[in-house]
């Protein structure tokens, strides 16, 4: 009798699981960094969120600090919450990115720059369909950071349809949401750089099964502008010839060499150190400036060239828009608690920072830890870097926050918060 059982069991078990890597391929995925069931429901979590009730907003820059897009909600068969989205690429969208009449010919996710906060939960299916306009001219895509298959990685490489999708044309992403944490998406079409900085990314939010402790929440995407759009960067290595020197200058770097070591053997060691450094110097800007590019005689090749190297940003921004939070600064009440997801998605420049000003924030890089790894008031990001920041201010009255390099607080990196209410830590200070 027990065998019979066992053998029913045992047959019921492989069935199931025969049929269930059909129908959910995903759960033959290694589990990362799950964090415990929640203990609250689908809907209720979607209030905590703050998820935006109405998809089709275009929010402000204002809006976006607490714009988040969870999507149309429905279950599957398993009781697994599905999520459904959709991005329409349009290029040259006229966008207001400064106070001072500055109009940006973006690309945009749905109308915006940073397109839509996307906020779902670990273990959610998400699918986001990708609608690259008629109207467009070039192909686009959607690459999302976190784990899910290669063909839903929306690169060219591959030969996976999502990598490009042309215009006209549509791809529906996805993928089990997972792990949690706060993650950049973008367009990863080449020339990347362009296709990111004409605007193409936001941020994704997956949220852990169980909520975090509840705070008010905020997204800060960090982005900049190189309105120069016209030239677009080099997407393959320049050609090796560029770089030849002629017969000319290979004489002249032979005997400069030559020179050096009878410096060095001759006099002193200091100045041989300085000789060498010198012909050293000489032949770094040699590899990398022009004069073997102008043997060539071809101005589009230089051009070409100049690539990234010559690219910067003209505006810097918080969530879009130049001095956005210096106009309509954000309004915080001291000894409330503030959660803040981070993403820079700045191009051409390696390094930006978030620094707050009358505070201290704990950091969780990339969110996908519990604990946070420092207590601070300012963390520097490089390029798709992102966290979350968590504080409260003791003290009412403004205060900055802003990029701690000065050159993109001056264009723009600049925001204020607005404490208001008493002083919440009687610290014995002595200011008056
Ligand atoms: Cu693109």
Not at 20 to 39: E, G, R, V
Not at 67 to 88: A, E, M, P
Not at 303 to 319: C, F, H, L, M, P
Request: with cysteine; charged share 20%.
């Amino acid at each position: 009798m027990f065998r019979q059982n066992a053998y029913f069991i045992a047959l019921v078990l492989s069935i199931t699981l025969i049929f269930s890597s059909f129908s959910f391929p995903f759960l033959n995925l290694p589990i990362y960094a799950q964090s415990p069931a929640t203990h609250v429901s689908q809907q209720q979590y979607d209030k905590i969120k703050n998820c935006a009730t109405d998809l089709s907003k275009k929010p402000t820059p204002t809006e976006y600090l607490t714009y988040f897009n969870c999507g149309h909600v429905s279950t599957d068969q398993s009781g697994r919450t599905v999520r459904q989205f959709t991005l329409i690429v349009q290029e040259h969208q006229k966008i207001p990115i400064s106070y001072e009449g500055h109009i940006f010919d973006g690309w945009t996710f749905n109308g915006t720059i940073p397109g839509p906060t996307i906020r779902v939960t670990e273990g959610d299916l998400v699918r986001i369909r990708v609608i690259n306009s008629n109207e467009n001219e070039h192909p686009h895509s959607l690459h999302t950071h976190s784990i899910h298959f290669a063909k839903n990685d929306g690169v060219s490489m591959g030969g996976y349809p999502g990598g490009a999708i042309s215009p006209g044309r549509s791809f529906t992403y996805e993928f089990i949401a997972q792990p949690y944490g706060v993650y950049p998406y973008h367009c990863h079409v080449d020339p990347i750089a362009d296709h990111i900085n004409r605007g193409l990314y936001g941020m994704m939010i997956i949220d852990p099964r169980e909520p975090r402790p509840q705070m008010t929440e905020m997204a800060m995407l960090l982005n900049g502008y190189d309105m120069d759009y016209d030239q677009e960067g080099p997407t393959h290595l320049p050609p090796a010839a560029l770089f030849e020197p002629s017969q000319g200058e290979k004489d002249a770097k032979l005997t400069e060499g030559a020179n050096s070591n009878e410096t060095s053997t001759d006099a002193n060691v200091t100045e041989g150190a300085n000789s060498n450094e010198t012909s050293t110097d000489a032949n770094m800007t040699h590899v990398s400036a022009t004069p073997a590019m102008k043997n060539t005689g071809e101005k589009d090749v230089e051009k070409q060239d100049a690539g990234d190297s010559e690219r910067d940003n003209e505006i810097y921004t918080v969530n879009g828009k130049a001095f956005e939070y210096m106009m309509h600064p954000i309004v915080l009440q001291t000894g409330k608690q503030y959660r803040v997801y981070v993403v820079n998605m700045l191009e051409f420049d390696l390094v930006n920072s978030i620094h707050i000003h009358g505070s201290m924030f704990d950091y969780y890089t990339a969110g996908t830890d519990e604990t946070s790894d420092y207590n601070t008031d300012i963390v520097t990001l490089t390029q798709g870097d992102r966290g979350i920041m968590e504080f409260t201010y003791d003290y009412p009255g403004t205060y900055m926050f802003h990029a701690h390099q000065a050159e993109f607080t001056d264009l723009g990196w600049m925001g204020l918060f607005d404490v208001r209410g008493d002083p919440v830590n009687h610290v014995a200070h002595s200011s008056t």
